[in-house]
């Protein structure tokens, strides 16, 4: 399975907590961008051109923001250099204010067939805390557009541990979410991220700081009430109804070929990762040079073992040891060692043939994939 990832690096505004790299002045070089990332897709046809392309994201940034006539353009570059015949999944992030009616029938159009809406909270004081652009109501009106627009397949994205966030609010957030028969609900704890906004507020003592305490009981809150709906938590941050996993998102923690494009935008296939420069006016000029507009890493075995440990263990299948046993042989008796603590101390269960992380585990996933990890 290959997938492609397309970054547009616009936002109308900047979220305090947001370290993903984007401008909110792009109007005077919004078409010369557009122009790069198709160039881009030329560019790297080479790389996936007899594959079969099975998935394709619209990440940003705020992809919602882009004109009908810029995704054609986008969409004409990919259709004309890469074989999208078989592809299964095309998702788009949207922020709740970009919806309408007319907007989701040109995506449907094109074959999109997947949203990602960056709901955050039904709360407006979180909302304006975290300096977004839309309201509660238009988040809800969002998602009932959606569904009347047909789209059955849509996740929204919640934030948790926000300063102002009760537990309360946390689970009335969830349950209009259940209510609304919402298919794919992501949540992300709240993080500090450095350069942002949010840190810089909570350092001139304007917004509390964020408490470890309070994630770990939101997180606890989140995995009980999703789970009493039928929500399947099959990865860290990610709950889905059956038949609603995000396939793009999964071949990531499966370890699959994709492409990046886009400033900032990452690529895996053939044992290297490449970065692309994360400066727009870089990447614009080196794109059209047609070179030096990424970095390359050559991954060595450690950096894929680590990788395929960390990664898996935030799934619901965890460590399959035949699996781990056959890509990582010298491996294997290191990490049978270290899976004997945990287990001891109910972190980790062993189901047949693989190792999952208990709810207790979960509460502490980083920390335990990096005891796995080999330096």
């Known amino acids: 399975m290959s997938g492609i990832y397309i970054h547009i690096p616009f936002c109308k505004k900047a979220c305090h907590y947001c370290n993903f790299h984007f401008s909110t002045t792009f109007d005077n070089y919004r078409s010369q961008m557009i122009d790069s990332i198709c160039k881009e897709l030329e560019l790297k046809r080479s790389l996936f051109k007899e594959v079969a392309i099975r998935t394709v994201y619209f990440g940003g940034g705020t992809p919602s923001i882009l004109e009908n006539k810029e995704i054609d353009r986008i969409w004409n570059a990919l259709s004309s250099n890469y074989n999208i015949n078989s592809v299964e999944e095309i998702t788009i992030e949207a922020n709740p204010e970009d919806i309408s009616y007319s907007k989701l029938s040109y995506w449907k159009s094109v074959g999109i067939n997947r ?5 955050q909270s039904f709360f407006e004081e979180d909302l304006k805390q975290m300096n977004r652009v839309h309201d509660s109501a238009q988040a809800l009106k969002a998602i009932e557009c959606i569904k009347q627009a047909e789209f059955d397949n849509f996740s929204i994205d919640f934030m948790f ?8 609010q946390l689970l009335k957030n969830l349950e209009i979410a259940i209510d609304l028969e919402v298919p794919h609900i992501s949540c992300y704890n709240l993080t500090l991220e450095e350069q942002t906004a949010l840190v810089k507020l909570i350092k001139k003592g304007e917004i509390k700081d964020l408490s470890e305490e309070k994630s770990i009981c939101q997180f ?9 709906h039928k929500y399947l938590q099959y990865e860290i941050s990610n709950y889905a109804k059956v038949g609603y996993k995000s396939k793009h998102n999964s071949a990531y923690w499966e370890q699959k070929p994709y492409i990046g494009f886009g400033p900032s935008a990452h690529s ?7 970065y692309n420069v994360s400066s727009n006016t870089k990447y614009m000029n080196q794109i059209q040079r047609g070179s030096g507009y990424y970095e390359m890493e050559k991954l060595t075995s450690n950096d894929f073992y680590n990788e395929f440990v960390m990664t ?3 799934t619901s299948k965890g460590v399959n040891i035949r699996e781990l046993e056959l890509l990582f042989p010298e491996y294997i008796n290191g990490f049978k060692e ?7 101390s109910g972190h980790l269960a062993f189901f047949g043939e693989e190792f999952r992380l208990t709810k207790e585990g979960k509460l502490m996933a980083d920390y335990i994939a990096s005891e796995f990890f080999e330096l």
């Open 312 to 314: 898996r263990l935030r």
């Open 115 to 119: 949203i990602s809406l960056g709901v």
């Open 161 to 168: 541990a926000l300063p102002l966030l009760s537990d309360d």
């Open 220 to 228: 606890q809150i989140i995995m009980e009430k999703l789970g009493k």
């Open 268 to 274: 895996f296939y053939n044992n290297v990762r490449t």
């Open 338 to 344: 270290k899976t004997s603590t945990f287990l001891r």
